[in-house]
């Protein structure tokens, strides 16, 4: 890729301005194309101030053939710049995200995830004629089926309190400082979360990966990838989104480009059997464990790093699927022990003293 692309906006249509950069040279798009919403009239909030919508003329096609054709050319040439082992996101709306799922299937791309993003505070639906429409939904796909395309899984683990990250992602809506005003309206209808775009980038890129974004709007890709030490190229037609979207991200100062900050874990972390607590003395036998911190609900640890709780006896795992009714348990998260202060913390920390073979650490945990 030549440096002349690389942290640039560049203004134009992004179907022409794709034809211009080279071949296989972008490891992750993130695209947020037009929805065609297709509105036919105004929309006012019952104290009568208006919706500040999506009627541009960005927005507007002349039907669903003309929509289909113009998705159809977009996420062709965003396949030829993509690097064989490289990433689509594409996020939309009831309006659009079904039609654009099924082009890029048959384009050849591979679905890997749909995932919604749960708005915790979404706009009603003032006039009560449907659902309050309260998510949007995101494509992930591969270039094709057997790709070997980037997923950083523990990070996403790690950033989820140790829970694998689940396809529901309840984030609220960009508003407060971080939505760009322009004479105390909203710069542009769409802007995005940078919160979504931080879940996105993080799971599916590494520092140094390229982003493409095809349709920038406001920069909010680029603002992220900045951050997280990932090269970007934004395209977006409009002259007063380009303006912001440069201004936006020449004012960001990443706090840190040094590869061992910005890298993630990428391998699963030594497996750790609960006995080793036993013998590194973090745990006595016969001590006391907490299951999700309800200091009514104890078992006692026995000498081979089982648990025994009302006569019943098993692995840390299977005492807490146990007391959960039959559920699957990680026990590692459900049980809780006594600190020499008397607080109660999840045995995890304690894990995480063995795999860094620190003991000493273990009054911080
Ligand atoms: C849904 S908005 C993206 C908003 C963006 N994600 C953000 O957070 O600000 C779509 C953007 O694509 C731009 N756009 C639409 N068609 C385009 C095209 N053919 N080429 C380049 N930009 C286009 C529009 O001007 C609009 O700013």
Known sequence: MSDKALDQVLQGDSLEIMEDLPSESIDLVFADPPYNLQLSQELYRPNMTRVEGVDADWDRFDGFREYDDFTRAWLSGCRRLLRDDGGLWVIGTYHNIHRV?????????????????????????????????????????????????????????????GKQMRSDWYLPLCTGSERIKRNGKKAHATQKPEALLYRVLLASTDPGDVVLDPFFGTGTTGAVAKRLGRHWIGIEKEARYVEIARKRIEAITPDSVEPEVLNVVRERPPRVPFGKLLEAGLLRPGEELYFRGDRSLTAKVKPDGRLRINGFEGSIHQTGSHLAGGSPCNGWVHWYYKDGEGQLRVIDALREVVRKGDPDRVTAA
């Open 101 to 161: 799922g099924a082009i890029l299937q048959d384009l050849g791309y591979w679905i890997l995830n749909d995932v919604l993003w749960v708005k915790a505070n979404p706009m009603p639906n003032f006039r009560g004629t449907r659902f309050t429409n309260a998510h949007e939904i995101l494509i992930w796909a591969s270039k094709n089926k057997k790709a070997r395309y980037t997923f950083n899984h523990h990070a996403m683990k790690s950033l989820n309190g």
